[in-house]
């Protein structure tokens, strides 16, 4: 979801900013990177152990989010294509999920507020697994869930963690990095698409329909 389908990772960084900023701190972007695309527990994780900060990950969390709240509602996007592609598989009939490294919470209101909750089947997040990205299991659930093979369900994602969850799970893989992730190593993905408009994931989608 994050960076693949909204803008969030853009958000993200701006609200990095801020909470370093209230301590007198900069946000520093090789700490970012190690962020992106972990749960909230690790990714703040990180953040502790870098900055060496005495607040809880729960802390952090809760104010981030505080933070997100004020800005979403004005800031808020969908990530280039993803109105084209999901018409896309409603017209083929196909089914599709988001499987995320964000909370439900979080997910379910950004989702609301582009339009693109109803245009889900089902949200699986961090708060639904036992081990979160790059562990496979939210994709091993997610296939689960959609009553399909693994490998025979498509994959999208911008993070390397997230493509290192899908790969491991056995999917088949694209990776579509922003501008946060585009100097990631993207190992095991069949092939790295610049946008979700990409016509390979269109031409692999007519023929799995």
């Known amino acids: 979801m994050d ?9 993200y960084e701006q609200v990095g900013h801020i909470l370093m900023q209230r301590r007198g701190k900069t946000y520093r972007d090789d700490v970012r990177k190690k962020m992106i695309g972990l749960p909230a527990r690790y990714a703040f994780g990180v953040l502790i152990e870098e900055e060496g900060m005495s607040e809880s990950w729960q ?8 933070i997100f709240d004020s800005i979403l509602p004005t800031q808020l996007a969908a990530m280039p294509g993803l109105k084209e592609l999901l018409d896309y598989l409603d017209d083929k009939g196909l089914r599709r ?3 995320t490294s964000s909370s ?3 997910a ?5 507020l582009v339009g693109m909750l109803d245009r889900v089947d089902f949200v699986i997040t961090a708060e639904d697994v036992s081990q979160g990205k790059p562990h496979p299991e939210i994709y091993l659930a997610a296939a689960k869930k959609m009553s399909v093979p693994v490998e025979d369900m498509l994959v999208l994602e911008d ?3 997230g493509t290192q969850a899908g790969v491991s799970a056995g999917a088949y893989v694209v990776s579509v990095p922003n501008e946060h992730t585009q100097q990631a190593c ?4 069949q092939w790295i698409a610049k946008t979700l408009r990409d016509k390979r994931i269109y031409e692999l989608l007519l023929r799995s329909s």
């Open 3 to 11: 960076g693949l389908m909204l803008n969030t990772e853009d958000l």
């Open 59 to 66: 802390e952090l969390q809760q104010e981030t989010d505080e």
């Open 97 to 99: 999920c988001v499987a």
């Open 104 to 106: 439900q919470s979080f």
């Open 108 to 112: 379910r209101k950004a989702l609301t």
């Open 159 to 161: 993070s390397a963690t």
């Open 186 to 189: 993207f190992e095991g993905s």
